[in-house]
Nanobody
Framework: QLQLVESGGGLVQPGGSLRLSCAAS???????????IGWFRQAPGKEREGVSC????????TYADSVKGRFTISRDNAKNTVYLQMNSLKPEDTAVYYC????????????????WGQGTQVTVSS
């Protein structure tokens, strides 16, 4: 049974940093069956939007324009965990952040992801 658990959210001041973690179970990153892991976020009253993704091989990463140059996605196969390092945070980054898994390749479409975590709240405020 595939399961994803996010952690690392919290309250941070503008300009600060947070690192989110997405711990996977039920499958092993980098081994068949291969899964890409995406990060999404949803602010109050808004649609859930794609933030970043790392392919099943780990060789390809994608970012939304709004976070390019500030966020970095990575993974640690030994810990079966994907990370989202968030720097230079802005108030508009405030949202619940979710990680999700889909077979093989990244996609910005949330509908094609099979498994979702429960989410972790990120609040950027002074």
């Amino acid at each position: 049974q595939l399961q994803l658990v996010e952690s690392g959210g919290g309250l941070v001041q503008p300009g600060g940093s947070l690192r989110l973690s997405c711990a996977a179970s039920g499958f092993t990153l980098g081994y068949y069956p291969l899964y890409a892991i995406g990060w999404f976020r949803q602010a109050p009253g808004k649609e859930r939007e794609g933030v970043s993704c790392i392919s099943s091989s780990g060789g390809t990463t994608t970012y939304a324009d709004s976070v390019k140059g500030r966020f970095t996605i990575s993974r640690d196969n030994a810990k079966n965990t994907v990370y989202l390092q968030m720097n230079s945070l802005k108030p508009e980054d405030t949202a619940v952040y979710y990680c999700a898994a889909r077979r093989t390749s990244c996609s910005g479409a949330k509908e094609v992801y099979l498994t979702w975590g429960q989410g972790t709240q990120v609040t950027v405020s002074s």
